[in-house]
Structure formats: C-alpha cells, structure tokens
C-alpha cells in the first residue's frame, strides 16, 4: 500500500512558480511510475506531467511543456513538479499519482491517488 501526501499549493499571480511535492510512505516509489493530474472546477482530470520508474524518461501535456517539470527524489521518496510561468488556466486541483511498474499518463492507469493540493493562479 502507497500513501501520497502532494503539498505546495497556493496562490499565485499569473507568470509566478509554485513547486509541488508528492511525499509515499509505506512504500517506495523506485519501483514506480509517478504522475501529476489536475482537476478544474466541472471538468475531468487531465494528464499534466509523469516520470519514469526505470529510467526517468518524463512526458509532459502539451499544455505545460517548456514551463512545468517533474523529478523525483528517491532517497526521499517524492517527486516535485516546477510550474513556472503560471497561468491561470492552470487553476485546478492538482493531484499525485502512483502506478507500479509503469509510466502513468492518464488517470485511469492510477494505482494510487494522493488527496490533492489546490494551485489558484490570479490574472
């Protein structure tokens, strides 16, 4: 079993960063494909970034490539998104998601699901 704890929303002016972080307990994430998902008032989530587990191969949403990027620590256990460049179509809940040996690149391929952390980009 994975817990994911995301943390480092707010809000922010538009063309300003926010860092996101996505803490597993209970087990590691080595092993694992990691995403970022967001999720805006009455619409579906959306793919935003995800990284690889074997080789940190990362894949980025059209929408955010040259502005967002996704690492991870694994001597820590988490992985952070860079949004740089905010803007506010970028307002959404933004969620962390973990699948076991795998890339994950929609929602559906999730294993685990953290509980989300609100990012509010004024104009």
């Known amino acids: 079993q994975v817990q994911l704890v995301e943390s480092g929303g707010g809000l922010v002016q538009a063309g300003g960063s926010l860092r996101l972080s996505c803490a597993a307990s209970?087990?590691?994430?080595?092993?694992?494909?990691v995403g970022w998902f967001r999720q805006a008032p009455g619409k579906e989530r959306q793919f935003v970034a995800s990284?690889?587990?074997?080789?940190?191969?990362?894949y980025y949403a059209d929408s955010v490539k040259g502005r967002f990027t996704i690492s991870r620590d694994n001597a820590k256990n988490t992985v952070y998104l860079q949004m740089n460049s905010l803007k506010p179509e970028d307002t959404a809940v933004y969620y962390c998601?973990?699948?076991?040996?795998?890339?994950?690149?929609?929602?559906?391929?999730?294993?685990?699901w953290g509980q989300g952390t609100q990012v509010t980009v004024s104009s």
């Open positions: 998601a973990a699948r076991h040996t795998s890339v994950i690149v929609d929602p559906g391929m999730a294993d685990y």
């Open positions: 209970g087990r590691t994430f080595s092993n694992s494909g």
């Open positions: 990284i690889s587990w074997s080789d940190d191969s990362t």
